[in-house]
């Protein structure tokens, strides 16, 4: 079965949105391994499963919303300190969000 037009374009803006977060969190100039953990931060919503599988559902969800990462991201945008955790987070948090929906979305 080919896929809908509308479904290529959600998996185009994933990937577009999946390599501005790398290069974005390339030009913060942070270590690659602590992208890596905070790129597979939000997948420990998964524990939820252990509860029951509504549970884990939500929590999965709620974790994986792209939108939470903007609070992050403003907030780098904002103000011009220091890296910081939440600076971070933000970039590999929206990246992992955006792959799991693009990849299995």
């Known amino acids: 079965m080919r896929p ?3 479904k290529i374009l959600l998996h185009l803006e994933g990937f577009a949105i ?3 977060s790398v290069v974005a969190y390339r030009e913060l100039g ?4 602590k992208f890596f ?3 597979l931060a939000p997948d420990l919503s998964m524990l939820g499963y252990l509860a029951s599988p509504s549970i884990g559902s939500k929590t999965y969800n ?5 939108l939470w ?5 403003a907030f780098r945008l904002l103000r011009s300190l220091a890296l910081t955790l939440v ?3 933000g970039s590999g ?3 992992l969000a955006v792959i799991d929906y693009s990849v299995m979305g």
């Open 30 to 33: 942070d270590s690659w391994g």
């Open 93 to 95: 948090w929206r990246t």
């Open 87 to 89: 600076d971070m987070s």
């Open 37 to 39: 953990l905070l790129f």
């Open 62 to 66: 709620l974790f994986h919303y792209l």
């Open 18 to 20: 999946f390599v501005g």
């Open 4 to 6: 809908s037009f509308a």
């Open 69 to 73: 990462s903007i609070p992050s991201v």
